[in-house]
């Protein structure tokens, strides 16, 4: 095991990330440090089970977390009042309809957060991911206004949630479900939280994570939603 993460110049190349296996203990999946957010580093770090995470002042942190918390759609637990809303239709759900509002919303100031980890120059590199048909939004509207909405990437059949907001009760959770029902076999959560819990995801340990990831992220997209999305997305 790894005492400390390995430096990756900006010059490396995309792949120039160590194995997964060897990310810290503690804190738990610190893998790398430095690089940059290009297109092609972002996409191979995610189907290799990596991400980044880091706050403003920090180089760019990589991690692989273990154990990863995931979420079947097969298994989304939608509540009572979550199934009533979702058959009254209460807000109206669109995808990539305004990508980057819901990013600039997602890194809004929230309760009990002392800052932002979506910083600029993240904002930058999904809005380049997006263009390039790789990340996707869906929002949800009550009449003009913005009430919810999610954003992440998508490679296979594998969703990679970056972020939600809700501004009205449940926007996010009907977010979610419209996701889980566009036909990806994985909704990749990241670290755990009681929330994602209460919906149905569950920790795995990485590396089921990344077999699964092996298998789904070559695997064709879904129909349904990516097909909307890029049409939606030019």
């Given at each position: 095991?790894?005492?400390?993460?390995?430096?990756?110049?900006?010059?490396?190349?995309?792949?120039?990330?160590?194995?997964?296996?060897?990310?810290?203990?503690?804190?738990?999946?610190?893998?790398?440090?430095g690089g940059d957010l290009e297109p092609e580093r972002l996409l191979y770090a995610?189907?290799?089970?990596?991400?980044?995470?880091?706050?403003?002042?920090?180089?760019i942190l990589w991690w692989s977390p273990d154990p990863r918390m995931v979420l079947?759609?097969?298994?989304?637990?939608?509540?009572?009042?979550?199934?009533?809303?979702?058959?009254?239709?209460?807000?109206?759900?669109?995808?990539?309809?305004?990508?980057?509002?819901?990013?600039?919303?997602?890194?809004?100031?929230?309760?009990?957060?002392?800052?932002?980890?979506?910083?600029?120059?993240?904002?930058?590199?999904?809005?380049?991911?997006?263009?390039?048909?790789?990340?996707?939004?869906?929002?949800?509207?009550?009449?003009?206004?913005?009430?919810?909405?999610?954003?992440?990437?998508?490679?296979?059949?594998?969703?990679?949630?970056?972020?939600?907001?809700?501004?009205?009760?449940?926007?996010?959770?009907?977010?979610?479900?419209?996701?889980?029902?566009?036909?990806?076999?994985?909704?990749?959560?990241?670290?755990?939280?009681?929330?994602?819990?209460?919906?149905?995801?569950?920790?795995?340990?990485?590396?089921?994570?990344?077999?699964?990831?092996?298998?789904?992220?070559?695997?064709?997209?879904?129909?349904?939603?990516?097909?909307?999305?890029?049409?939606?997305?030019?």
């Amino acid at each position: 095991m790894a005492l400390y993460p390995l430096w990756i110049p900006d010059s490396a190349p995309p792949r120039a990330f160590p194995d997964v296996c060897v990310a810290l203990d503690e804190p738990n999946g610190l893998l790398a440090l430095g690089g940059d957010l290009e297109p092609e580093r972002l996409l191979y770090a995610y189907a290799h089970g990596i991400f980044p995470w880091y706050s403003d002042g920090q180089p760019i942190l990589w991690w692989s977390p273990d154990p990863r918390m995931v979420l079947d759609p097969a298994r989304l637990r939608v509540s009572r009042s979550l199934a009533r809303r979702l058959r009254r239709g209460d807000y109206r759900v669109t995808w990539n309809r305004c990508f980057r509002r819901v990013v600039q919303a997602c890194a809004a100031p929230r309760a009990r957060q002392s800052g932002t980890w979506i910083l600029p120059e993240m904002m930058a590199a999904y809005a380049r991911l997006h263009a390039l048909g790789h990340a996707h939004s869906i929002e949800c509207w009550r009449g003009e206004e913005l009430a919810g909405g999610l954003y992440g990437v998508a490679i296979g059949r594998v969703f990679f949630g970056e972020s939600m907001f809700s501004a009205l009760p449940d926007a996010s959770k009907v977010a979610l479900a419209h996701l889980c029902g566009a036909g990806y076999a994985l909704v990749d959560c990241q670290l755990p939280s009681e929330h994602l819990s209460t919906l149905g995801a569950a920790p795995v340990s990485r590396r089921s994570f990344c077999d699964a990831l092996r298998r789904l992220c070559a695997e064709p997209s879904p129909t349904c939603a990516p097909r909307e999305a890029r049409e939606a997305a030019h």
